[in-house]
C-alpha cells in the first residue's frame, strides 16, 4: 500500500518561501504515475497545486505558476514544492499525492495526511 | 477554468437511506468525472473514477453516473461511516479542478 508523507514548517512569513517535501514509502516513484501537490482552505476548497513525473516533467496550476516549483529526488523516493512570495492567501492545508489517469488528465488515489502550514509574522 | 458545482451544498439523512448528490461542469467533460469522500480531519477518499468506476474496496453501496456536464453520486443504504463531506473533480484539461463540495449529515 502506497504511503505518502509530507513535511516541513508549519509557519512561514509573509513573503518568504513555503517548501515542503513528500516521503513515499511501498512504491518507487520511477515506477510511472505522476506525483503531486494539493491543498485545501476554507475559502478555496480543493485546490490543485501541480503535478511531476520522476524524469522532471511538469505542469502547475496556471494561477500559482509564476511562484512554483516542484522537483524530484529519486534516490530519497521523495518530491518536493516550493512556493515563493507567501501571503495569508497561502495559508492551508497541503497534501501530496499520486496522480493516476495520465498528464493532463489526473485524478487522485493516494494521499498524504496533509499538514497545515500558516502564513503569519 | 472549468467550475464543478455540486447540489446540495450540504443534506440530512438517515441510515439506510438513499442519496444522491449531483455534479455539473461548466462545459462538457465526457466522463473525467471522479468522486472523493473526505472525513474531518482527514485527506479525501477516492470513491469513484472515470464517472462510474468504483475505486478498490469502495462498498459497492457507492455508484456513479452521467457524462458530458451532469453527474450524479449515489449511497444505497446510507451507513453511519458514510456521513462525511464529498467532492467531485474533473480531469478534462488543466487546471484540474472540484467541487464546492456536499456534507452528508444525520438527520
Known amino acids: 500500500q502506497v504511503q505518502l508523507q509530507e513535511s516541513g514548517p508549519g509557519l512561514v512569513k509573509p513573503s518568504a518561501t513555503l517548501s515542503l517535501t513528500c516521503s513515499v514509502s511501498?512504491?518507487?516513484?520511477?515506477?510511472?504515475?505522476?506525483w503531486t501537490w494539493l491543498r485545501q482552505s476554507p475559502g478555496k476548497g480543493l485546490e490543485w497545486i501541480g503535478s511531476?513525473?520522476?524524469?522532471?516533467?511538469?505542469q502547475n496550476n496556471p494561477s500559482l505558476q509564476s511562484r512554483i516549483t516542484l522537483s524530484v529526488d529519486t534516490s530519497k523516493n521523495q518530491f518536493s514544492l516550493n512556493l515563493n512570495s507567501v501571503t495569508a492567501a497561502d495559508t492551508a492545508v497541503y497534501y501530496c499525492?499520486?496522480?493516476?489517469?495520465?498528464?493532463?488528465?489526473?485524478?487522485?488515489?493516494?494521499w498524504g495526511r496533509g499538514t497545515l502550514v500558516t502564513v503569519s509574522a | 477554468d472549468i467550475q464543478m458545482t455540486q447540489y446540495p451544498s450540504s443534506l440530512s439523512a438517515s441510515v439506510g437511506d438513499r442519496v444522491t448528490i449531483t455534479c455539473r461542469a461548466s462545459?462538457?467533460?465526457?466522463?473525467?468525472l471522479h468522486w472523493y469522500q473526505q472525513k474531518p480531519g482527514k485527506a479525501p477518499n477516492l470513491l469513484i473514477w472515470?464517472?462510474?468506476n468504483l475505486e478498490g474496496g469502495v462498498p459497492s453501496r457507492f455508484s456513479g453516473g452521467g457524462s458530458g456536464t451532469d453527474f450524479t453520486l449515489t449511497i444505497n443504504s446510507l451507513q453511519p461511516e458514510d456521513f462525511a463531506t464529498y467532492y467531485c473533480?474533473?480531469?478534462?484539461?488543466?487546471?484540474?479542478?472540484f467541487g464546492q463540495g456536499t456534507k452528508v449529515e444525520i438527520k
Open positions: 472515470a464517472a462510474s
Open positions: 499525492a499520486r496522480a493516476r489517469g495520465g498528464a493532463s488528465s489526473y485524478y487522485f488515489d493516494f
Open positions: 462545459q462538457s467533460i465526457d466522463g473525467y
Open positions: 511531476l513525473y520522476y524524469n522532471g516533467y511538469t
Open positions: 511501498y512504491f518507487s516513484i520511477t515506477n510511472g504515475f505522476y
Open positions: 473533480q474533473h480531469s478534462y484539461n488543466i487546471p484540474p479542478t
